[in-house]
């Protein structure tokens, strides 16, 4: 701007003076208070956020399967009604790969379309943990495509059946860098997919297709990498004998599985029955397999402890009086172990077991068995066929030291807890900002001990510091109702856009979640790792699932200490403090929460739950805090890492 021109008449510069004065921040007050007026300035007529009539009219159109008639089908085509055939559960995606996702939409697919494809990735994923279902992620070539890898990781380290879609240019321009977006895809998930293929034959769409559910829903599950080009996607079939094993899903697959002989299953039991202080790891595939009930019902017949592992959690509830997930101090005093399920295999040492205890390890594929952990007993079986043997040939036992055990450690568990949760008060008063103990606590005693029935909401917790406190406070009471978001690979920022996933199941009531169809779903996350899916907040409004997110907001990266005596270093750690994630929320159309106090916590949780329950919209309560409480030195306890297995565990 010309240093001479007069300010007052330079709108830009008017403006700017007008909103530093007490009525221009008056102004900025109103503006904020309704989601899309940030900002607006003085204007009245600036349009408020709305959902477009075309979303939910496009969602209640009938749905239209391709058929070989007329002009026939694409190759995308016949690819979607082969994932409608086998009963995928969702889609994710954003806009690329257009023929395909189309498609898949058009068939009657659930899809739903979001703002960047990585937390659309982990939306997908989400949605499979807490359902057991598989799902679809897709993206464009190139950089949508890239965009979704750590989530496709992460997916791998979850052994989610995750379809893993993308549009890859033509094959004709191979080799020529022609225009833009071209890549090599398959390379690049090597090492993080259970199979992969580029398809470059038209006519073996559906071959392929069923490759692809074959790999999901047999053995161990895990993501699974198509790509797309132009030739195959756009082919046309009017004709079926023109495809290539063109069969049915009973003929390209079986819903066979391992059992375990006679023999094996007696040994097991009378390994069992021998132990003085047996318990049973519940790995994520109790939970896949559909073996929560027997698993229940066999625990309880003969008193043996378990403890849940896995990505998801609440295949065996936290509450019930043999669950050793909140008795750490327990499980070192085990004499026999037995792995049930448990896909991501650790090393002794890495479980809080003797390293000699005597192990059985039930697993779907032999070659797994002995690898990491020495086994007294391996044995090659489906989950769920297994458990249901035990349930039947265990003999009825009271174990009455052993449960005492697990008491006397589950309070012990939670007296630390409560006496973290005490110091935390004070660190909360005496510093004006909330102790990361003290949020735990109060969202666990408005999800649990408050009207909310405590078996209802999911939740979803991610994070350094927030999600090490959290994790000791969130509870699991029934299959799929916990998610571990950086479970075994320690991603950042998926949590609330795989909160956002598995909300929309428990929107449409799939499976576990049923019984709670409708309900909200609440993730805790970080500052640090809201910044990559909270645009996905406009997501959870298109679609109408109501989320409550907890940000709790310390200002930094949590690893800063890491900086601490390095010279020019803590800058690359630090954010600017006190920013406002509750008004970013607002201008994505959910509500906004700022708290510092227990009390102003409490309230907020409250008036959340309603608007998501009452009017099925999202909100974001920012939680303001230090980084200092990161330090045991200066706010004492500070954090530690959780005993794996058990509550707030996110390792194997």
Not at 609 to 638: C, R, W
Request: proline share 7%; glycine share 10%; aromatic share 8%.
């Amino acid at each position: 701007m010309n240093e001479k021109t007069d300010s007052k008449s330079d709108p830009r510069t008017s403006r700017r003076n007008f909103l530093m004065t007490p009525a221009g921040a008056g102004a900025i007050a109103a503006a904020i208070a309704t989601p899309g007026q940030l900002f607006a300035g003085t204007s009245a007529n600036v349009p408020t956020i709305r959902i477009p009539k075309e979303i939910p009219a496009t969602l209640n159109e009938d749905p239209k399967v391709g058929t070989f008639e007329g002009r026939g089908m694409t190759g995308a085509e016949v690819f979607a009604k082969l994932c409608k055939q086998e009963d995928l559960a969702a889609m994710f995606c954003c806009p690329g790969n257009y023929t395909v996702i189309n498609a898949m939409a058009a068939a009657g697919i659930p899809s739903y379309g979001g703002r960047s494809e990585g937390p659309m990735c982990a939306a997908a994923d989400g949605f499979s943990r807490v359902t057991g279902e598989a799902t679809a992620c897709s993206g464009t070539e190139g950089p949508g495509f890239t965009h979704m890898i750590m989530n496709i990781a992460s997916a791998h380290a979850a052994r989610t059946p995750l379809l893993v879609l993308a549009s890859n240019m033509q094959i004709a321009g191979d080799d020529r860098e022609a225009f833009i977006q071209t890549g090599y895809q398959q390379p690049i998930t090597t090492g993080m997919k259970k199979y992969g293929k580029r398809l470059i034959a038209p006519d073996r769409v559906w071959e392929y297709g069923a490759y692809a559910f074959r790999n999901m829903k047999s053995g161990v599950p895990g993501p699974v990498h198509l790509d797309f080009p132009g030739e195959v996607a756009r082919a046309r079939f009017t004709d079926p004998a023109n495809l290539k094993d063109y069969y049915t899903k009973d003929k390209y697959r079986t819903e066979s599985r391992p059992q375990p002989s006679n023999k094996e299953v007696a040994t097991a039991v009378d390994m069992i029955a021998k132990a003085q202080r047996p318990i049973l790891v519940a790995g994520q595939g109790v939970f896949q397999r559909k073996a929560c009930e027997a698993l229940l019902q066999a625990a309880e017949k003969h008193e043996f402890a378990v403890v849940s592992s896995g990505p998801m959690r609440g295949h065996f509830p936290d509450d019930h009086r043999l669950s050793a997930s909140l008795a750490p101090d327990a499980l070192m005093s085990a004499d026999l172990v037995v792995f049930v399920g448990q896909y991501s295999m650790p090393s002794p040492g890495e479980y809080r077991f003797n390293p000699d205890v005597k192990t059985i390890r039930v697993h779907p594929v032999q070659e797994d068995l002995g690898r990491n952990w020495p086994l007294d007993l391996g044995i090659v079986s489906d989950e769920k066929v297994f458990i249901e043997s035990l349930a039947n040939e265990l003999p009825a036992k009271k174990r009455d030291a052993w449960v005492n055990e697990l008491a006397a450690a589950r309070k012990k568990f939670e007296d630390t807890n409560l006496a973290h949760y005490e110091l935390g008060l004070k660190h909360s008063a005496s510093s004006d900002h909330l102790h990361p103990a003290v949020m735990a606590k109060e969202v666990h005693d408005f999800l649990y001990k408050g009207d909310i029935d405590p078996k209802q909401t999911v939740t979803g917790i991610g994070g350094w510091t927030t999600g090490i406190f959290s994790g000791r406070w969130m509870r699991a009471n029934r299959p799929g109702q916990g998610l571990a978001c950086g479970y075994q690979y320690g991603a950042i920022g998926p949590d609330l856009a795989m909160t956002i996933g598995a909300g929309a199941a428990v929107q449409r009531g799939i499976g576990p979640q049923a019984p709670y169809k409708g309900a909200p779903v609440l993730c805790i996350t970080s500052d640090a790792g809201i910044a990559y899916s909270m645009f996905e907040l406009d997501t959870a409004a298109k679609y109408k699932i109501p989320v409550i997110a907890v940000v709790y907001n310390n200002n930094c990266w949590g690893m800063f200490p890491a900086a601490i005596g390095s010279a020019r270093s803590m800058h690359l750690y630090l954010f600017q403090e006190n920013l406002r994630y509750d008004k970013m929320a607002e201008g994505l159309g959910a509500r906004g929460e700022y708290v510092r106090t227990p009390e102003e916590l409490r309230a907020a949780l409250k008036r959340s739950y309603q608007a998501a329950s009452k009017e099925t919209v999202s909100s974001l309560i920012n939680v303001q805090a230090l980084k200092e409480f990161t330090s045991g030195k200066e706010y004492p306890p500070g954090i530690a890492l959780p005993t794996e297995p058990g509550v707030g565990a996110f390792a194997h």
